[in-house]
């Protein structure tokens, strides 16, 4: 039988080739570890980042819309002050004067004031003008327009202007508006444009309406006017109450606590029914009075849906900042936060590889120390019964019918060791069954025992192979005379080693 197999040291040059592989591996596996966490990481700081930047153009919008809300305001306050202007314009032209004048002087300061308020007027488109207007040519038309009042300007031409200039004005505030559309406060600018409108219809049919009570009736021409503004200021009315349902109790006070409201329906239908009657002076003063009481509490009423925009573009300002907040605080917590967990996440791949590192090395010296037990277990049992032995097995008796049992020895071994030291008798013993061993390796026997200077071998077992046994042991003993012959004591090079065989034994065996 073939001797145990030899453990063989690993080499420095593979030992090394192996080292630097698993080198790479490692750093591969710390590379794919790091790069799980830092996916979503990265995709958190995207998505965040997004938000970001939604938030602050969100921001930029909603104060973009706040500084086109404030314009929008200002607008609105100057077509105010030009519509209680024109009105009372009317009416002093109506009176000769008589009796208003300091409540128009008044009136011209606080247009004026609004002007100022305003800034910087835009330009604007009056009908049937080529040029648009701007400031400067704005307020230069506006001052000739004032000092011709004294000089028996008609009131058709003054009218006219006003009339224009609101138009104007209320044209670019719808592009202002138009320009926020995007804006949640959209329904409170639409319904701010179409309040400014409705009063403004209301204003320029009450100039109408002075012009009836005065004269007494009105042209064809002006009594078409009159009925189509008192109509689109009612549809526009209804507009604005419709997008801004809040106003609707404000209305119903002004129709239930106003009693100028019922009266002034009165006239109204008295214009329209156009019947002429005597012009009188005083009607149109109380007229006058009247239609300025009910502009000016639609007006109040204009005033709070100026306030419902203000806070409606607070909040959504506000709810921009905190947004942006929101935004940047959760990007700058995950920045931070990152880098944490990519650390923490790094120290425990190395701990791991330290760990699968120390748990390779054990793994590979409970291998070495398996292969070693092996090894003195095959040179103690043949291999068949060491498999079942270690498969925990149980090893039965068995009988073979024909083996044959090889004997030998050292001839002159007791005079040999009496003049030998114990390393040397070692020394020389490991050599000749370090020679007997690889011989055997040629034949089909198996090594039984070596005591002292004795070999045992055996042929036919545990492996049967039928009647070669005899022949192979023979052919062995044969090969292992002619190894000794030339085999010379390693401390005696001039003494020739002699092998003798005791006993060949041919006989059947239990085992």
């Not at 919008?61 to 404030?70: G, L, T």
């Amino acid at each position: 039988m073939a001797t145990p197999r030899r453990l063989k040291p690993v080499e420095n040059r593979s030992c090394g080739f192996k080292v630097r592989r698993w080198c790479r591996s490692r750093r591969c596996q710390l590379w794919r570890l790091l790069l799980l966490p830092f996916i979503p990481i990265l995709a958190l700081i995207v998505q965040t980042t997004l938000s970001l930047r939604n938030s602050l153009t969100n921001g930029m919008e909603v104060a973009d819309v706040e500084e086109q809300v404030s314009r929008a305001t200002e607008l609105g306050k100057l077509v105010t002050r030009l519509q209680q202007e024109r009105s009372e314009v009317a009416f002093f032209i109506f009176t000769n004067g008589s009796t208003l004048r300091s409540n128009l002087t008044q009136r011209f300061a606080s247009t004026d004031s609004a002007i100022e308020q305003m800034g910087d007027l835009p330009f604007l488109m009056f009908k049937n003008r080529a040029v648009p207007v701007d400031g400067e040519a704005f307020l230069e038309e506006l001052s000739d327009l004032r000092a011709k009042i004294d000089l028996g300007t008609s009131m058709t031409e003054v009218v006219e202007w006003y009339t224009n200039a609101n138009a104007a004005l209320l044209t670019h505030l719808t592009k202002e508006i138009k320009d926020t559309d995007s804006s949640t406060i959209w329904r409170y600018l639409v319904g701010f444009k179409n309040l400014l409108r409705s009063i403004e219809c209301k204003g320029i049919a009450s100039v109408l309406g002075i012009n009836y009570f005065a004269r007494g009736y009105l042209q064809p021409r002006a009594h078409i006017r009159y009925i189509s503004h008192m109509v689109l200021g009612r549809d526009l009315l209804d507009n604005t109450l419709n997008l801004v349902p809040s106003l609707i109790p404000l209305h119903m006070d002004i129709k239930e606590d106003s009693p100028e409201y019922q009266v002034l329906e009165k006239k109204n239908q008295q214009i329209v029914d156009n019947k002429q009657q005597g012009g009188s002076v005083s009607e149109a003063i109380e007229y006058f009075d009247q239609t300025a009481t009910l502009l000016g509490k639609l007006r109040a009423v204009q005033k709070q849906l100026r306030e419902y925009i203000r806070e409606g573009v607070t909040e959504s300002l506000r709810e921009a900042r905190r947004s942006e907040a929101v935004c940047a605080g959760i990007l700058v917590l995950v920045c931070v936060v990152s880098p944490i967990i990519i650390a923490l996440v790094r120290n425990a791949v190395n701990t791991i590889q330290v760990y699968a590192r120390n748990l390779s090395e054990k793994a590979r010296e409970l291998e070495y120390e398996k292969e070693l037990s092996d090894s003195l277990l095959y040179q103690m049992l043949p291999a068949s019964v060491a498999k079942q032995l270690k498969q925990t097995q149980q090893v039965p008796a068995e009988f073979f019918a024909s083996v044959t049992v090889y004997f030998s020895d050292i001839v002159g071994f007791t005079a040999i060791a009496a003049v030998s030291t114990p390393y040397q008798v070692i020394s020389f013993l490991n050599s000749v069954y370090k020679l007997f061993d690889e011989r055997i390796e040629c034949y089909d026997v198996y090594k039984i025992e070596t005591i002292g200077d004795s070999y045992m071998v055996a042929s036919g077992l545990p492996v049967r192979n039928g009647n070669k046994h005899a022949t192979e042991i023979a052919s062995m003993a044969l090969e292992l005379l002619e190894a000794t012959s030339m085999c010379r004591l390693p401390h005696r090079p001039d003494q020739v080693l002699r092998h003798s065989v005791c006993e060949v034994v041919s006989t059947p065996v239990h085992v």
